[in-house]
C-alpha cells in the first residue's frame, strides 16, 4: 500500500484501512531507510493528539504510522475493555497494512498495548520505546479520582488540550511553559479526528483496572521479552508513576531507562528535542542490546 508523503501529523491525510471487520483509521508519512515505527496512543488520544514536534523529526528517517485503535478517532467499532484485545486490534491493522516487522513507540495506554503484542507475536517489533506506561501488575495505574488529578480534570476552567497542559506538566514554570507550547503545536486545524467521549474513557479506563491485575507470578512475563527497549518517563509523572518505569527496565532482559527531570506524563512532549534525538540514536542501532 503506497504511503502520503506530506512531512507532519499537521497536515498528513487520514486514510483508512478495511481489515479484520473493522474501518481503522491512520495517518502514513516520511519515508527513509529505517523499519516503519508504529505510534500507539494514551488515554482517549487519538491521531491528533500526536506532537508534531515528536512525530516529524523521527519520520524523516522513517515511515510514522499513527494508528487509531477500534473505536477510537474514525475507527469503527467497540473499544475493547481489555489491554488484550486491543492488541489484537493493532495486530490485524498492521496486517492489513502487509507490515510484518516495524519498530514502535507506545505511549501510556499504547506502551500497555505494544507489551501484550511483543508477547502475543514476537516477531512484530524489532525494537520498542515505552513512555510514561506500566506493565501487567504495576502500580496505580490511571488513578483520575485522585485528589492531585482529580483537581484539575474536574476544574470547569480547564477545557479540551488546556486539561493536558495541567495534567501531563509539572505546575513549575518551566514545564508549564512546554506545556503551553505543546498545546500550540499540537493543534491540527482540518481533518480532525472527532474527540473521545465518555464511553471511550469508561472502557479504557476498565482496560487499566484489568492490566493491574498480575497473571501469574508478578512481572514473570517481562522477562521473557528479548527485544532492545527504551524505557522512558518523567520523575513527577502523577498519570502512571515512574516507579513502573523502574519496574519495567529491572525485570525486562534487555532495557534501559531514561528519566527526564521536573517532568510529568508528557515527558517526550516537554523535552522534544531530546527525545527525538534519543529515540533516533535509539532506533538507528542494529545492535542486539538496548545500549546506543
Not at 491525510?13 to 494514551?42: C, D, E, K, V
Not at 479526528?193 to 491485575?213: C, H, K, L, S, Y
Request: charged share 20%; glycine share 8%; proline share 7%.
Amino acid at each position: 500500500m503506497s504511503s502520503t508523503k506530506a512531512a507532519s501529523n499537521t497536515n498528513a491525510r487520514t486514510q483508512t484501512l478495511q481489515a479484520n471487520g473493522h474501518s481503522y483509521a491512520y495517518r502514513r508519512f516520511g519515508n527513509g531507510s529505517g523499519l516503519p515505527l508504529l505510534f500507539l496512543q494514551h488515554f482517549t488520544g487519538t491521531l491528533d493528539n500526536w506532537d508534531p514536534a515528536v512525530t516529524d523529526p523521527l519520520a524523516s528517517g522513517r515511515e510514522v504510522i499513527l494508528f487509531d485503535n477500534a473505536g477510537l478517532g474514525r475507527s469503527t467499532g467497540e473499544v475493547p475493555h481489555t489491554v488484550a484485545e486491543m492488541a489484537g486490534h493493532a495486530m490485524a491493522f498492521l496486517d492489513g497494512l502487509g507490515i510484518k516487522r516495524c519498530d514502535v513507540l507506545g505511549y501510556s495506554l499504547g506502551g500497555m498495548v505494544a507489551l501484550q503484542m511483543v508477547q502475543d507475536r514476537p516477531s512484530i517489533f524489532r525494537r520498542m520505546m515505552l513512555v510514561g506506561t506500566a506493565p501487567r501488575g504495576g502500580e496505580d495505574i490511571m488513578h483520575l479520582e485522585k485528589p492531585s488529578l482529580a483537581k484539575h480534570l474536574q476544574d470547569p476552567t480547564n477545557r479540551g488540550y488546556d486539561v493536558l497542559k495541567k495534567i501531563f506538566f509539572t505546575s513549575s514554570r518551566p514545564s508549564q511553559a512546554a506545556g503551553e507550547a505543546f498545546i500550540q503545536l499540537s493543534q491540527r486545524k482540518e481533518d480532525l479526528d472527532p474527540p473521545a467521549g465518555p464511553n471511550v474513557a469508561g472502557a479504557q479506563i476498565a482496560a487499566f483496572r484489568e492490566w493491574e491485575t498480575p497473571i501469574g507470578q508478578r512481572f514473570a512475563e517481562l522477562k521473557t521479552i528479548p527485544h532492545p527497549t527504551l524505557v522512558v518517563n518523567g520523575v513527577n509523572d502523577e498519570m502512571i508513576p515512574v516507579s513502573n518505569s523502574y519496574r519495567l527496565a529491572e525485570n525486562m532482559a534487555n532495557a534501559m531507562l531514561l528519566t527526564y527531570p521536573d517532568a510529568g506524563h508528557g515527558s517526550l512532549f516537554q523535552y522534544p528535542e531530546s527525545f527525538v534525538r534519543q529515540a533516533a540514536a535509539f532506533l538507528s542501532s542494529d545492535s542486539p542490546s538496548a545500549t546506543f
